[in-house]
């Protein structure tokens, strides 16, 4: 069998062991009808919101098609790699929300059994996305190569599925910190309600945008950064074929392919493995993945590498591995409520949310470090190793399980659900309890996957602005010209207004959200008695449209902006662009992703008891930290991730073009 149908043999085991998991979940019976009720007006919100947000896409995808079709250089091939690209991204983000917006209201009825079948429900929606996310993303890329033979043609997939991830990241995020900002500031601060109670006219809205962002937006993330550095790692072996032999080119592919083997396996740990320790299972079935996966990728190097340099790439490959495991653990170190960074801006509370703010913001400058220090080591490591081949072989490395590593983290927004439907429909406080555990363990695996993706969006850019300059013939760019300067500054102010435009549009909707709640909360008799119902179908309005409208600007900026510098100051000072907002970028996006976490996890410490527990106004100043903490974390930070990625896809893209000028 040829290597390339061995890739879509793996793409098609992933594929049907995501379709096993999701018949699975749909068979589990709803014994309560008012959960389902509540879970139908999620699932009704969420596809809502998704199906406009694909029409606004759709008109994008095919002018952009359009263009690339009709530009010198760049033709037919693009066009379609293109469009394939925004499909595919579509369509995982489609199936991950459909099923997690299924298994919430089943995880709410499996708490009341145990903590245990919770998590098999919880974390199978999980993983649906996950499989499905490396299935289409490794299926379409080795398609594509079997079709063209040119992974440099290829590049346009990576185009398609990173302008999906912008918008579904940027849409989704502003969509649902909007609804969870209204819901707190009123619910939680000013009525002094429970989170997720029903009276809440923002409850359905914050848990539609859950699965929203957090499901759709994470999955088109990750989607990118596994094609984007696949596609990367090809272009860069078909230059070096005379050094790492004829075979190399499909290495990525075939990582891809084993990666998905050894995500399986660790899915299986984490099945069947019987612990009331649920942290404990997750990492057993992660860590179990990176060990499977490190063994295969030898055997794999070995099959494919020429001989003289197989240890050199086998060890990039562990370096990536590596350092995912090193950024997670940071990561978990910083926003972990049982460490003492978010400890201390618990702490910091206890004097008003001035200083909570202040505490949680220092901690996500000073967490840039590790993580910073980490890629740097990685950067050398993989250069000693294998020269630029090694630094791209490994971000491979470091996606390779992303199957399970997205699972783990995804399937933290349906447990957050759970816990939700199991307040409103009343199923009592053990099960409440238990969901909430489950959320608070998720919370914990979604900081990891958010300081992984960071760590895996600075290295895929790094090589996709390596790919670059093989594209456009930059051996080196000489920093005392005035128009690399130039493209240094614009590159690192553009994460600091893009993330401007996407914190603005959450404090705009969020207080458009903040007016309708208190509207209801004064104008529909008996709200707060539970004789009167909220109407929730206006805050689902209100984020969705504030979404759709408000995702447009930060695109286009992501578009626009290395099209204006190569076309105007030319190649090199696009270089430079690329190089500025790689750094500013990955950094604005450690501090972001950090802090946020940190705040949200200093509110639930308090929550647990500590400090004076809930309602305290140690309480009421970590709920506004945590406010200001929400755009940080899910909006502008995880957007950052894919600005980058975006910007550098662009560049390569358009750089046939700039050639021709």
Known sequence: MQIEYWAIAASFLALTYAAILAYKIKKQKVESQKAEEIAGHIHDGAMAFLNREYKVLAFFVVIVSLVLWFSPGLGFKSAISFLAGSVFSMLAGNIGMRIATRANVRTAEAVKESILKGLDISFSAGSVMGFSVVGLGLLGITILFILFKDPNVIFAFGFGASSVALFARVGGGIYTKAADIGADLVGKIEAGIPEDDPRNPAVIADNVGDNVGDVAGMGADLFESFVDS????????LGAKLIFGENAIMLPLLLGASGIVAAIMGNLIIKFKKNKNVHNILNWGIWTSAVVMMIFSYFVTKYTVSGGQVWGVFGSIVTGLVTGVIIGLATEFYTADKNRPTQAVARASKTGPATNIISGFSLGLMSTIAPVLAIATAIFLSYKFADLFGI?????????????????????????????????AEFGQEARERAEQLDAIGNTTAAIGKGFAIGSAALTALILLISYGQVVGLEAVNLMSPTVIIGLFVGGLLPVVFSALSMRAVGDAAGKMVEEVRRQFREIPGIMEGTGKPDYKLGIKISTDAALIKMIAPGLLAVLAPVLVGLFLGVEALAGLLAGAIVVGFLLAVVMANAGGAWDNAKKYIEAGNLGGKGSDTHKAAVIGDMVGDPFKDTSGPSLNILIKLMSIVSIVIAPLLLLI
Request: aromatic share 2%; no cysteine.
């Open 392 to 424: 791209a072989i490994s971000a491979v490395g470091m996606l390779s399980t992303l199957g399970i590593t997205l699972a783990s983290d995804a399937y933290g927004p349906v447990a957050d659900n759970a816990a939700g439907i199991a307040q409103m």
């Open 230 to 237: 696949i596609i990367a790692v090809m272009a860069l072996a």
